[in-house]
């Protein structure tokens, strides 16, 4: 860095502790609102202007941020309109966008830690020695922070930026699997069918579900339980009815499930199951509920021992007899995979639909390899006759039934 830049640097430092220590002085308790409150933070903005009028609107806007903002942050949101992830490693400040990965820069440690604690100190949340790794979620931003005392290369930070909207939509399914497919999800979602949703962090289990969701009528009760307010379907959907709750604490999914229960809904829909809640959420699809959940699995043929192993975690079960319900009320399994272009571009797309029956078998509904041409969809998916019979008596359109002859083989299930 030359001269003048570092004269320029030193300066907005300057001009910075400037601002803070008047507004310290002159505002105290609406400078501590303003971190926490998005009007207040206007107010100050106005009253800011008011008392330094000689500042222009960038230095007037690097001043909130640097003070009441996020700093280099909402620096970067700015910049990115589609960013999606700002991680620290200790020295560096990577960004992520739909587009690729980008090196945004070697980063004070000091600076960023500066950050976390303002974002610790707007949830109540400390980070120190004693308390050295911090989840908070504040507005739209998802973040974790590992403190220094258990970093080797210095603090650690990642943050996760969620907006309210859909990424996944029927204009723009074509990219994600073939059109054919939508008919698929729309017959799934009107049959009433339970669908897990299996894929590693990143692949769009949750934008999936908000897919599916769109889908669902509005005299259909649903029950979204999150461990994050990350789905924002109560904004996305104002016209369904929508119960949206989000675990603390005190209260985990598997409560939430059960608290569900309580409330008549038709969907149960926990955005990630990861343990032993598992079980109360197969006890709510063994009374009538309907599931849509995401899990972690490598394959959707994973999924049924991967419910068991995780109810396992908390309760003795049969494994063979939680088996056969699992394969005779989870009706099917939907697999996402992602990867990374050459121009750094990350694609998520379908990979694979099966279908669970009573007896044990696996249905392949739908599935999609990469190769070295590129993707290629697999004809001679197979759907139930099980499933057929639950779209008649669920009045699935007929227009969709037909949709689905035209491109599935009916597998006869003995009764």
């Known amino acids: 860095m030359n001269n003048a830049a570092n004269a320029a640097v030193d300066e907005r430092k300057q001009l910075i502790e400037k601002v803070r220590a008047h507004l310290k002085r002159h505002y105290p308790s609406d400078l501590l609102n303003a971190y926490v409150d998005s009007q207040e933070r206007q107010k100050m903005k106005e009253k800011l202007k008011k008392d ?12 909130m941020r640097e ?95 969620v907006r309210p909207r859909l990424a996944l939509t029927k204009d723009n399914f074509a990219a994600f699997a073939p059109e054919y497919v939508y008919a698929i999800f729309e017959a799934i979602i009107a049959s009433k069918s339970n669908v897990i949703i299996s894929g590693e962090t990143g692949t ?46 005190s209260t985990g999914i598997e409560d939430l499930v059960k608290a569900g229960l309580r409330n008549n809904p038709v969907w149960i829909i926990p955005a990630e199951v990861r343990s032993k809640e598992a079980y109360e959420m197969i006890q709510a699809a063994l009374s009538g509920h309907r599931l849509i ?3 972690h699995t490598p394959g959707p043929r994973f999924i049924v021992s991967r419910l068991i192993n995780m109810m396992k975690m908390g309760y003795v079960i049969d494994d063979e007899s939680m088996k056969e319900d699992l394969h005779s009320y989870l009706d099917f399994g939907v697999h996402l995979e ?11 797309y379908l990979k694979e639909i099966v279908e669970f029956l009573p007896d044990g078998e696996v249905l392949t509904v739908f ?13 001679g998916g197979r759907i139930s006759s099980n499933f057929v019979k639950r779209m008649m008596e669920k009045l699935v359109p007929i227009e969709l039934q037909e949709k689905l002859a035209e491109r599935l083989t009916m597998h006869e299930v003995n009764a």
């Open 52 to 63: 330094f009028p000689h500042l222009n609107d960038d230095e007037l806007e690097y001043s």
């Open 293 to 295: 959940a995401g899990i």
């Open 367 to 379: 599935r999609c390899d990469l190769t070295n041409d590129g993707f290629k969809y697999h004809d």
């Open 67 to 161: 003070i009441v903002g996020f700093g280099v942050i909402e620096e970067i949101m700015e910049q990115y309109k589609d960013v999606t992830d700002i991680s620290f490693n200790g020295t560096h400040l990577d960004v992520i966008t739909n587009t690729g990965k980008i090196r945004y820069g070697k980063i004070d440690e000091e600076y960023i830690v500066k950050i976390i604690k303002k974002f610790g100190n707007a949830c109540k949340k400390e980070f120190t020695p004693n308390s050295p790794i911090i989840d908070a979620t504040y507005g739209n931003l998802r973040l974790n922070a590992v403190h220094k005392n258990i970093a080797q290369y210095g603090t650690t930070m990642a943050l996760r930026i």
């Open 338 to 348: 992602k990867i990374t272009g050459e121009d750094g571009k990350v694609i998520r």
């Open 204 to 249: 769009g289990k949750t934008e999936l579900q908000k897919l599916f969701i769109s889908m669902i009528d509005y005299k259909d009760h649903i029950i979204m339980i999150e461990d994050t307010p990350e789905s924002h379907v109560k904004t996305l959907f104002p016209d369904k009815d929508i119960k949206s709750w989000i675990t603390n604490a």
